[in-house]
C-alpha cells in the first residue's frame, strides 16, 4: 500500500523560504512520478511540480518557475519541494501525490494522495 506524509509547512514572511518533504512508502521511485500540488480553499487544486523518476523530467508550473525546485533522495524514499521568495499567493495547502507509472502531465489525477501541509505566508 502506498502512503505519502508530507511535512515542513508553516507560517513564512513574504520573500521567505520553506522547504516541504513527502516521505513516500510502498514504491520505488524508479518508473514512478511524485508531484506537488497545491489548493486553496474555493479552488481547484493545481499542479505545481512533478518528477517523473523513469527519465527525471520535471514540470514546473508557470507561478512557481524559477523560485521553487523538486528533488529527492531516492535512499530515504523522500521528495522534496524548496519552495523560495515565497508570495501571498503560494499561501494553500500543499499535497505530494504519487502515481505508479512515468507521467508527462502534472495534473491532479494521481492515483495516490497525502494528507497535505498547510502554508501560510504573511508578515
Known amino acids: 500500500q502506498v502512503q505519502l506524509v508530507e511535512s515542513g509547512g508553516g507560517l513564512v514572511e513574504p520573500g521567505g523560504s520553506l522547504r516541504l518533504s513527502c516521505a513516500v512508502s510502498g514504491l520505488l521511485f524508479s518508473d514512478h512520478t511524485i508531484g506537488w500540488f497545491r489548493q486553496v480553499p474555493g479552488k481547484e487544486r493545481e499542479g505545481i511540480s512533478c518528477?517523473?523518476?523513469?527519465?527525471?523530467?520535471?514540470y514546473y508550473a508557470d507561478s512557481v518557475k524559477g523560485r521553487f525546485t523538486i528533488s529527492s533522495n531516492s535512499a530515504k524514499n523522500i521528495v522534496y519541494l524548496q519552495m523560495n521568495d515565497l508570495k501571498a499567493e503560494d499561501a494553500a495547502d500543499y499535497y505530494c501525490?504519487?502515481?505508479?507509472?512515468?507521467?508527462?502531465?502534472?495534473?491532479?489525477?494521481?492515483?495516490?494522495w497525502g494528507q497535505g501541509t498547510r502554508v501560510a505566508v504573511s508578515s
Open positions: 518528477i517523473n523518476f523513469s527519465d527525471d523530467s520535471t
Open positions: 501525490a504519487a502515481e505508479d507509472y512515468p507521467r508527462s502531465t502534472c495534473t491532479p489525477d494521481f492515483g495516490n
